[in-house]
């Protein structure tokens, strides 16, 4: 079945550092691709996703490429801010299902 | 477009009680998803609708745990006799069939089963 594998966290950053969350998947088809965030004490937000191999989705400077090659689809920001401190899911929907499959979860912390 | 909502935020219950949650999604959305949140892991899949028809379940989803979408706008999700393994967070997420069907979450609902 499909799978979403993320890196395990928490991921912690000093402020204006340089981010990566790699994620990878295993899937039949052509899924599309998410990730969302979990702030604390919040529901999940959309922060960026990419339906086709190669495309790259963007938001709030956050960026993530599809790579069918690799089967990976890992988040990146140039530059980290205190207030990005969150749970960062990776998530697929397969074309032939409508249910998203979630990877564990990456809490990321900033520090001033 | 007021977001996805869930009703109540918390709920604290005694083993074997039966409680049931509410979601109400965007207005124009016509897909409705539950999934299951437990601490530190990612949200598992538990069941859809499109309008009023329950058109996919998970295994997850035991004989105890029952949803509806009467009138194809909001939905419930009722556990029976619950367990203490029931304690997560019950999230609901709702998309348009057409497009790309983004899927946009509410706040949870989490369950404490004592």
């Known amino acids: 079945g499909d799978s979403v594998t993320q890196m395990e966290g928490p991921v912690t950053l000093s402020e204006e550092a340089f981010l990566t969350i790699n994620c990878t998947y295993t899937a039949t088809g052509y899924p599309s691709l998410f990730w969302y965030v979990q702030y604390p004490g919040e529901g999940l937000q959309l922060l960026l996703k990419a339906t086709k191999a190669d495309d790259k989705g963007s938001n709030k400077g956050f960026e993530a490429t599809y790579r069918k090659e690799t089967t990976s689809f890992h988040l990146e920001k140039g530059s980290v801010q205190v207030s990005d401190s969150a749970v960062y899911f990776c998530a697929l929907r397969n074309n032939a299902g409508n249910m998203l499959t979630f990877g564990g979860g990456t809490r990321l912390m900033v520090k001033p | 477009d007021t977001g996805v909502s869930q009703d109540p935020r918390h709920k604290i219950t005694k083993r074997g009680q039966n409680v049931t949650f509410r979601c109400d999604p965007i207005?124009?959305?016509?897909?409705l998803y539950w999934y299951r949140q437990t601490l530190g892991q990612g949200p598992e899949f538990l069941t859809y609708?499109?309008?009023?028809?329950?058109?996919?379940k998970s295994r997850l989803l035991s004989d105890r745990f029952s949803a509806e979408r009467p009138k194809g706008s909001f939905s419930t999700l009722e556990i029976q006799r619950t367990e203490q393994g029931d304690s997560a967070m019950y999230l609901c997420?709702?998309?348009?069939?057409?497009?790309?069907?983004?899927?946009?979450f509410g706040p949870g609902t989490r369950l404490l089963v004592l």
């Open positions: 609708f499109q309008n009023e028809a329950q058109l996919e």
């Open positions: 207005s124009e959305h016509n897909r």
């Open positions: 997420a709702s998309s348009l069939v057409s497009g790309e069907g983004t899927q946009y």
